[in-house]
């Protein structure tokens, strides 16, 4: 890195200051919200709707921040920085975690049908949605993604012949409909509770997965199909560390590192949402996760409660809100992009300013998954691993952590942590787009306004008590 004259020091340091004043901010609002852990929750100490405004004040001061105090050639210095780290040993590595997540799911489908039939009881439960989809998804985007190397159905795949068909011109359309799918039937059913039931879901996903796979090769499903391979590859770009290996042949690596770098580097590539379908895709895992945390707060009983009344089935009510929600989340993000043009002045086509601004938006989900899941993954892993020890006959009490009334703000803190480092990747893709810093900053404007939205909505669900969907 070139010398830097005191001017330019000077300037840098008023960034980061800046920046540091921002994420202050962001925790003092925290402060305000608390949480109890998943069953219960403290209504926040100010009105709510200062508290939402103050939570969208600070996504909009970071924009304005980050406006006036940075340049492209700040930009490419902190997103380039990288410090590597060989990995001796990746190949046998890979290997036993690979054969790892295969008898996973032997284990899961096992002891699902075999094991204790109360849910926190029983093994399956526990690994499924404490170990996996709790602690194993925020490893993906807190340290780095190690999905696309560990994928069990992957993994079974590659040692059945291929027919190698090709796959249809549908772009990423079938992941979005698969994750939709998945996430209506976590809520809807009661997988979380009914072991038998969760080990028949995942006796069904391994067939589909492996015969696509089959039919039209690992690389074409896994890469293009499979919604939850998709899910762990954009939440690996969120990550500080990537893994860097050198192909010496088709179906073999070299020498591997690890690269590490600063959070959300991976996002500011130009290739990581290459079309519309992607872009569905990353508004789609934005919009599960707050829709799953939406259906469990009393503000959704109170608005579903006269259509139960006058006899629409529950089970219908749940999908329409999922596809509605869906198509809402996206409708305005398209219309922002649209908004972008004009604000920015520039003849890009609507599509390629929606492509290059989505990747922000994973920052946001991860930032929410992270508020959702974290106090339930520290809640239960006591117990998972109490259950681990003894699947089949586990102890009649099991020890669950009681998080303190202070946790709450972990979880607000989250939601803002990721919309803020959003703000950042979203002014890095206009610095790169746009010759001009005026333009550039002009046109974020309807993408900020579109994330300051955002930002209230979800504040405002990890400030309500958590009941369970209700009317299933």
């Known amino acids: 890195m070139p010398s830097l004259g005191s001017r330019e020091l000077a300037r840098r340091l008023v960034a980061i ?14 402060g305000h919200g608390g949480s109890l852990g998943e069953g219960a929750r403290e209504s926040v100490t100010v009105p709510t709707w200062l508290f939402l405004l103050t939570g969208g004040a600070v996504v909009g001061a970071s924009f304005l921040l980050a406006s006036f105090v940075t340049d492209r050639r700040l930009i490419d210095d902190l997103h380039g920085w990288r410090a590597t780290v060989p990995i001796p040993g990746r190949d046998g590595l890979a290997s036993i975690a690979r054969v790892g ?11 699902g049908y075999v094991g204790p039939q109360s849910g926190l009881s029983n093994l399956a439960i526990l690994l499924v949605w404490v170990g996996w989809w709790a602690g194993y998804t925020m490893s993906a985007y807190l340290l780095g993604e190690t999905w696309s ?14 027919l190698d068909r090709t796959l249809p011109s549908v772009g990423a359309w079938p992941a979005v409909v698969g994750l939709l799918t998945l996430i ?18 995942v006796v069904g996903y391994t067939v589909v997965a492996i015969a696509g796979a089959v039919v039209f090769g690992p690389d074409r499903w896994f890469d293009r199909v499979d919604p939850i391979s998709a899910v762990f590859k954009y939440y690996g770009h969120v990550a500080p560390i990537e893994t860097i290996s050198t192909r ?21 590539r130009t290739d990581l949402v290459t079309d519309s379908s992607e872009v569905a895709f990353v508004v789609a895992l934005l919009w599960s996760t707050t ?11 109170s608005l579903i409660s006269p259509l139960i009344e006058v006899g629409v089935p529950a089970h219908l009510i749940y999908p329409a809100a999922l596809a509605i929600g869906f198509v809402a989340f996206l409708g305005v993000y398209r219309l922002a992009a649209r908004a972008a043009r004009s604000t920015g002045e520039t003849y890009l086509a609507a599509g390629e300013l929606a492509r290059r601004f989505a990747p922000p938006l994973i920052a946001i989900a991860a930032g929410y998954h992270l508020a959702h899941y974290l106090g339930y993954f520290l809640s239960l892993a006591p117990v998972l691993a109490t259950v681990l020890t003894s699947p089949l006959s586990p ?10 009334g202070w946790f709450g703000a972990i979880s607000v803190a989250s939601v803002l942590a990721g919309h803020l480092l959003a703000i950042w990747i979203a002014h890095a893709a206009a610095f790169d787009l746009f010759p001009g810093r005026l333009q550039a900053i002009r046109s974020q404007y309807p993408f900020t306004l579109v ?19 209700p009317f299933l």
């Not at 200051?17 to 925290?30: D, I, K, Q, R």
């Open 17 to 30: 200051v800046a920046l540091g004043v921002a994420g202050l901010f962001a925790s003092t609002a925290a």
């Open 184 to 201: 209506w039937i976590e809520v809807v059913s009661p997988l979380a509770d009914d072991p038998a039931l969760l080990s028949t879901v």
């Open 248 to 268: 010496i042949s088709d179906n073999k690596h070299g020498d591997a590192s690890l690269a590490v770098r600063a959070p959300g580097v991976g996002l500011t």
């Open 451 to 469: 994330m300051v939205a955002y930002t209230m909505t979800s504040l405002w669900i990890v400030t309500q008590p958590t009941i369970q969907p």
């Open 101 to 111: 997540a295969v008898l996973g799911v032997a284990v899961v489908v096992t002891i």
């Open 395 to 404: 102890p009649a009490v099991v020890p669950v952590f009681s998080l303190p």
């Open 291 to 301: 829709y799953d945390g939406f259906v469990a707060t009393p503000a959704w009983k």
């Open 149 to 162: 190397t560990v994928n069990p159905w992957r993994t079974v795949a590659e040692l059945l012949p291929s």
